[in-house]
């Protein structure tokens, strides 16, 4: 018998709820971690002040490394770790309404139902980037989502717009998987063994791109060389773009949207060598590289990464009719397997637009899957992974955060800030108005 959690609609969208009746017993369901149920702020400070522990906490990327100069969040007052669900949701509600038009917060589609209440605007990380943009008049945008995010917010902002990301060490395991450092030095080897040198049809030996979940220094590396970024709504008309001008890819820091995306594209796994940045070459022979279309990097998604075909065929078997949708950073086989793939934005516009009594299997962050059944109870709408395991990074953010960071704002003081320096904020801005001139294509999706 498959998990009731998972195989029928939740009663309601928070997570945190669903988490706390496991904990306690009055749900059969399971989690990854039993430490999903305490608060964030005991992984910010270790015992007596001592640093953290390395890792994001309890969730999908508990065991991905935090780099040792990533920020780190310092002890949260205690009146507001210790203030009830009820407490913090009236104090945030009560500052946003005293800051009015002063901030505006947004929230990602894979936080916490109790922080997304308060959000302005909830979407993906470009689309709030965007978004952020249609409130000039905000001294304050309050980014519930992970580091990268709020560094590309700040990057299309206003000079005079503060970027508060309310958990400084909320940040993204598969942005860390590709650091400058790493990336130049494998520019380099691929200099060496290409040349640099375009062919005589004027296409560059190699073009970088860089997912959006990346740090705002690989933004500026790939603007600096001619790159471009993209997105899992644009990945295939961003790779159109890259081999127009150049004659294979660096694709990074997802292997795995680069490699659903270039083979829906037609180019054969054996095009696709994996980049391995502690590997001389990235593990390649001079042959592989000198035949290779897309390189990928070594990086990926440990949420999406939980995926599995043999949860796509229990859903299957369970519900003979179920469409099961995954989101392209789940390994290729998933992906292979799926009815469709796409962005979270195709994910969601797919449930909007299907015939009611429809039934959804689902391969993304389970704050958004639970979301989207609460929101669609004409659906059937489940998790492909039985196992309650959100995204440890996202789920940093806990509404003790949000209201802290907007209580400072009402005494005068902004916490949190995130900046991107100008030397890296100006070939990033290069980097992503190249992918905002790139048409996209009919579909940003996949279907089967
Ligand atoms: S879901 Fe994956 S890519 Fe998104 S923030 Fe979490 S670790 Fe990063």
């Given at each position: 018998m498959t998990n009731p959690i998972t195989l029928s609609p939740p009663v309601d969208a928070s997570v945190d709820r669903t988490l706390q009746l496991i904990g306690s017993g009055a749900s059969a369901g399971s989690s990854c971690s039993p430490g999903l149920t305490?608060?964030?702020?005991?992984?910010?400070?270790?015992?007596?002040?001592?640093?953290?522990?390395?890792?994001?906490?309890?969730?999908?990327?508990?065991?991905?490394?935090?780099?040792?100069?990533?920020?780190?969040?310092?002890?949260?007052?205690?009146?507001?770790?210790?203030?009830?669900?009820?407490?913090?949701?009236?104090?945030?509600?009560?500052?946003?309404?005293?800051?009015?038009?002063?901030?505006?917060?947004?929230?990602?589609?894979?936080?916490?139902?109790?922080?997304?209440?308060?959000?302005?605007?909830?979407?993906?990380?470009?689309?709030?980037?965007?978004?952020?943009?249609?409130?000039?008049?905000?001294?304050?945008?309050?980014?519930?989502?992970?580091?990268?995010?709020?560094?590309?917010?700040?990057?299309?902002?206003?000079?005079?717009?503060?970027?508060?990301?309310?958990?400084?060490?909320?940040?993204?395991?598969?942005?860390?998987?590709?650091?400058?450092?790493?990336?130049?030095?494998?520019?380099?080897?691929?200099?060496?063994?290409?040349?640099?040198?375009?062919?005589?049809?004027?296409?560059?030996?190699?073009?970088?791109?860089?997912?959006?979940?990346?740090?705002?220094?690989?933004?500026?590396?790939?603007?600096?060389?001619?790159?471009?970024?993209?997105?899992?709504?644009?990945?295939?008309?961003?790779?159109?773009?890259?081999?127009?001008?150049?004659?294979?890819?660096?694709?990074?820091?997802?292997?795995?949207?680069?490699?659903?995306?270039?083979?829906?594209?037609g180019i054969g796994l054996e095009q696709m060598p994996l980049w391995n940045p502690r590997k001389p070459l990235g593990g390649n022979t001079e042959q592989e590289l000198d035949e290779a279309k897309v390189l990928l990097w070594h990086g990926f998604c440990s949420v999406h990464k939980r995926f599995t075909v043999d949860q796509i065929a229990k859903a299957r078997a369970e519900y003979p009719d179920v469409h099961v949708v995954v989101h392209p950073e789940c390994p290729m086989p998933v992906v292979d397997a799926a009815d469709s793939a796409g962005s979270t934005d195709f994910i969601v516009k797919a449930i909007e637009a299907a015939p009611a009594g429809s039934t959804f299997a689902i391969g993304t962050e389970i704050n958004l899957v639970q979301r989207l059944a609460a929101q669609y109870p004409q659906h059937t709408i489940f998790c492909l992974d039985p196992v309650i395991c959100p995204c440890s990074t996202m789920y940093r953010i806990h509404p003790g955060y949000l209201a802290w960071v907007l209580e400072s704002l009402l005494a005068g003081e902004v916490v949190n800030r995130i900046t991107v320096s100008d030397e890296v904020a100006d070939p990033a801005r290069v980097a992503l108005e190249r992918m905002l001139s790139v048409a996209p294509r009919a579909t940003a999706g996949t279907q089967r």
């Open positions: 305490s608060g964030p702020w005991e992984y910010d400070v270790g015992p007596a002040g001592a640093p953290a522990a390395p890792g994001y906490g309890p969730g999908a990327s508990q065991d991905d490394p935090i780099p040792g100069a990533a920020p780190r969040q310092g002890a949260l007052p205690a009146s507001y770790t210790e203030a009830t669900e009820a407490e913090l949701h009236e104090r945030i509600r009560a500052a946003k309404a005293e800051l009015g038009e002063r901030v505006v917060v947004l929230g990602h589609f894979y936080q916490r139902d109790e922080v997304v209440a308060h959000a302005d605007f909830v979407g993906d990380s470009f689309q709030l980037a965007k978004a952020a943009r249609t409130r000039p008049e905000a001294e304050a945008i309050v980014f519930c989502g992970v580091h990268f995010m709020a560094e590309t917010a700040d990057l299309l902002s206003t000079a005079e717009q503060s970027v508060i990301l309310p958990n400084l060490a909320a940040g993204c395991s598969m942005a860390d998987m590709a650091d400058l450092d790493s990336v130049m030095d494998c520019w380099e080897q691929l200099e060496e063994v290409y040349g640099t040198t375009p062919d005589e049809a004027g296409r560059a030996p190699v073009i970088p791109v860089t997912y959006m979940n990346s740090s705002a220094a690989l933004k500026g590396f790939v603007g600096q060389h001619g790159g471009i970024v993209c997105t899992s709504s644009n990945a295939a008309a961003v790779l159109d773009w890259a081999f127009e001008r150049g004659q294979r890819v660096l694709f990074f820091p997802d292997q795995h949207l680069g490699r659903n995306t270039a083979k829906a594209m």
